[in-house]
T-cell receptor
Framework: GAVVSQHPSRVICKSGTSVKIECRSL??????MFWYRQFPKQSLMLMAT?????????EQGVEKDKFLINHASLTLSTLTVTSAHPEDSSFYIC?????????????FGPGTRLTVL | AQKVTQAQTEISVVEKEDVTLDCVYE???????LFWYKQPPSGELVFLIR??????QNEISGRYSWNFQKSTSSFNFTITASQVVDSAVYFC????????FGTGTRLTIIP
């Protein structure tokens, strides 16, 4: 149980286009989902916390207009990278916290590798 | 910011050797949780352990063991009799709702 999926797993796009990444909790409801970014050979950095039905909370230094997050249901959160540029190329990982369960429990998705040409 | 420090960026050991990965954290919280994750080349994070700050008992799970020393703010991870499949990047993390990750240690097990 407790499976989180991400789609797509890999995406290559041209500079200036927008890319949407989906994060789904497959067998549980997730009140809260988190979005992380990981540059090559670096750590995971929390970008934002997404709560179902409300606006996402962004970490300091993360542009909310650049990284649009929508958490429309208890099983789906989306991250849209708007007008992507090469510096946005990164590995994006989501995690989901079950609606029922320890408040610090998170299940991670497999990640989405974004390459902007 | 409350940091998590993994001073060892890369470690290489020969198969069957034991290896310890260090983790030191900062926190102002009275209650917090500590985690270890494994990230193989595929990129997917694999959960290894979660430890409550009130529980200072060491834990062993097969070839894995963890040593939590609250007095030194350390949560070290030991792999006994290492195997090639243990090669990965290992992350230590601290937090309650939000997690702060360390910079990771790249472990290479040489056959």
């Amino acid at each position: 149980g407790a499976v989180v999926s991400q789609h797509p797993s890999r995406v290559i796009c041209k500079s200036g286009t927008s890319v949407k990444i989906e994060c789904r909790s497959l067998d549980f409801q997730a009140t809260t989902m988190f979005w992380y970014r990981q540059f090559p050979k670096q750590s995971l950095m929390l970008m934002a916390t997404s709560n179902e039905g409300s606006k996402a909370t962004y970490e300091q230094g993360v542009e909310k207009d650049k990284f649009l997050i929508n958490h429309a249901s208890l099983t789906l959160s989306t991250l849209t990278v708007t007008s992507a540029h090469p510096e946005d190329s990164s590995f994006y990982i989501c995690s989901a916290r079950p609606h029922r369960g320890p408040y610090n429990e998170q299940f991670f998705g497999p990640g989405t590798r974004l390459t902007v040409l | 910011a409350q940091k998590v420090t993994q001073a060892q960026t890369e470690i290489s050991v020969v198969e069957k050797e034991d290896v310890t990965l260090d983790c030191v954290y900062e926190t102002r919280d009275t209650t917090y949780y500590l985690f270890w994750y494994k990230q193989p080349p595929s990129g997917e994070l694999v959960f290894l352990i979660r430890r409550n700050s009130f529980d200072e008992q060491n834990e062993i799970s097969g070839r894995y063991s963890w040593n939590f020393q609250k007095s030194t703010s350390s949560f070290n991870f030991t792999i006994t009799a290492s195997q090639v499949v243990d090669s990965a990047v290992y992350f230590c993390a601290r937090g309650n709702e939000k997690l702060t990750f360390g910079t990771g240690t790249r472990l290479t097990i040489i056959p």
